[in-house]
């Protein structure tokens, strides 16, 4: 079993910045690829970012590219979701989630964390 526990989330100007976090406990952090998925109200869950269990590989969904970084620190158990020039259309609850490989967190998640609320303001 892994635990992830979001935080970061708030309220934040178009324009803005955030980065969200994700602690893990349980089994051990480095052996899962870690994502970051976001719901925004009315519409399905969406991939945003994945990243390997080096942190060496990651991916981001086309919205996001330029503006988002997946990153992670092993030694802390830790991911992070680096959010600049942010807009409305990026307000949702993002959701931290894991999998045994990168290449699957895409599509599904063994593991997810409760949400934290991201809303900008134009």
């Known amino acids: 079993q892994v635990q992830l526990v979001e935080s970061g989330g708030g309220s934040v100007q178009a324009g803005g910045s955030l980065r969200l976090s994700c602690a893990a406990s349980?089994?051990?952090?480095?052996?899962?690829?870690m994502g970051w998925f976001r719901q925004a109200p009315g519409k399905k869950r969406e991939f945003v970012a994945a990243?390997?269990?080096?942190?060496?590989?990651?991916t981001h969904v086309d919205s996001v590219k330029g503006r988002f970084t997946i990153s992670r620190d092993n030694a802390k158990n830790t991911v992070y979701l680096q959010m600049n020039s942010l807009s409305s259309e990026d307000t949702a609850v993002y959701y931290c989630?894991?999998?045994?490989?990168?290449?699957?967190?895409?599509?599904?998640?063994?593991?997810w964390g409760q949400g934290t609320q991201v809303t900008v303001s134009s």
């Open positions: 989630a894991a999998d045994s490989h990168i290449s699957v967190l895409r599509f599904r998640a063994a593991y």
């Open positions: 349980g089994r051990a952090f480095s052996a899962y690829a």
């Open positions: 990243i390997d269990w080096s942190g060496g590989l990651t």
